[in-house]
Nanobody, 123 residues
Framework: QVELVESGGGLVQAGGSVRLSCVATGRSFTAFAMGWFRQAPGKEREFLAAISRSGGSIYYPDSVKGRFTISRDNLRNTVYLQMNSLKPEDTAVYFC????????????????WGQGTQVTVSS
């Protein structure tokens, strides 16, 4: 069992930046690939980024490539999502997810999920 807790969300102006954090507790953090998704009201959940267990492999969909950066600190059991040049359409609840298999995004997400953190981008 893994528990994930996101933080770092809030209100930010368009063009600004936010760094989200997700702390994992429970089983060994390095046993899991990690990722981020988001969901805006009335929209489907959207995949944003994934990072392998060692951090050596990273994947982004084209929709966020160049603006979002995922990283992890295996000593702190934490995965981060740095988001730059934010737009009002980035407003959503952001979730981190964990899975033992890299490539989990093709299945819609990992085995474990956090509760989410709200990011609101004002114009």
């Amino acid at each position: 069992q893994v528990e994930l807790v996101e933080s770092g969300g809030g209100l930010v102006q368009a063009g600004g930046s936010v760094r989200l954090s997700c702390v994992a507790t429970g089983r060994s953090f390095t046993a899991f690939a990690m990722g981020w998704f988001r969901q805006a009201p009335g929209k489907e959940r959207e995949f944003l980024a994934a990072i392998s267990r060692s951090g050596g492999s990273i994947y982004y969909p084209d929709s966020v490539k160049g603006r979002f950066t995922i990283s992890r600190d295996n000593l702190r059991n934490t995965v981060y999502l740095q988001m730059n040049s934010l737009k009002p359409e980035d407003t959503a609840v952001y979730f981190c997810t964990a899975d033992q298999t890299y490539g989990f995004w093709s299945r819609g997400g990992g085995q474990y999920w956090g509760q989410g953190t709200q990011v609101t981008v004002s114009s």
